[in-house]
């Protein structure tokens, strides 16, 4: 099946630091990628959406100007939290989706997910 | 707005048990739902995907019904292991590739 991998698995920084995540598709190439994040028993929630080569659509209440999305190439997008503060910590989660070209599915594919602790 | 509701919260079961996981949503216009698996402190990996036309998707021992107009989705797993222990999470598209999702099902099965 399809790989997506993360880096870093883990990542401890203090307030006011940045953290870039970097998510990469290893197998397959894909135009469209997404961020999740997901806070203890809660929702994965979407954060933002992005294409390579355009700017990244952010949901309502996410600012763009804190999380910010480099998409690029086809296999590779960074998510860096800028300035981050104790409310940031949270489980990260990227996802590519190949779309339905070439045959593909719907489904979209999964990294294992970024831990961020801000202390 | 899209939301999806997982019961239960949390399931624990002795092992060979055949169980039900339920999932329901809001508007019921959705293109897709999906069924994921997720480990602790892992991602996600997709289970099984049932467009919106269809009723049920199988794969070994998991089903996954649908039932559109109701709202409602059951991921049935058969003979259940040890090592079907995960979070189960379900989610559903409406006709962009967004995923909304539940906030899962802890699954627990007990040798």
């Known amino acids: 099946g399809a790989v997506v991998s993360q880096h870093p698995s883990r990542v401890i920084c203090k307030s006011g630091t940045s953290v870039k995540i970097e998510c990469r598709s290893l197998?397959?190439?894909?135009?469209?990628m997404f961020w999740y994040r997901q806070f203890p028993k809660k929702s994965l929630m979407l954060m933002a959406t992005?294409?390579?080569?355009?700017?990244?659509?952010?949901e309502q209440g996410v600012e763009k100007d804190k999380f910010l999305i480099n998409h690029a190439s086809l296999t590779l997008s960074t998510l860096t939290v800028t300035s981050a503060h104790p409310e940031d910590s949270s489980f990260y989660i990227c996802?590519?989706?190949?779309?339905?070209?070439?045959?593909?599915?719907?489904?979209?594919?999964f990294g294992p997910g970024t831990r961020l602790t801000v202390l | 707005k899209q939301e999806v509701t997982q019961i239960p919260a949390a399931l624990s079961v002795p092992e060979g048990e055949n169980l039900v996981l339920n999932c329901s949503f809001t508007?019921?216009?959705?293109?897709?739902l999906q069924w994921f698996r997720q480990d602790p402190g892992k991602g996600l990996t997709s289970l099984l995907l049932?467009?919106?036309?269809?009723r049920e998707q199988t794969s070994g021992r998991l089903n996954a019904s649908l039932d559109k107009s109701s709202g409602r989705s059951t991921l049935y797993i058969a003979a259940s292991q040890p090592g079907d222990s995960a979070t189960y999470l379900c989610?559903?598209?409406?006709?962009?590739?967004?995923?909304?999702f539940g906030k899962g099902t802890k699954l627990t099965v007990n040798p």
């Open positions: 508007d019921s216009a959705i293109y897709n």
């Open positions: 989610a559903v598209t409406g006709g962009s590739e967004k995923l909304v």
């Open positions: 996802s590519f989706w190949p779309g339905l070209a070439g045959g593909g599915t719907d489904t979209q594919y």
């Open positions: 197998d397959f190439q894909a135009t469209t």
């Open positions: 049932i467009q919106s036309s269809q």
């Open positions: 992005s294409n390579e080569g355009s700017k990244a659509t952010y």
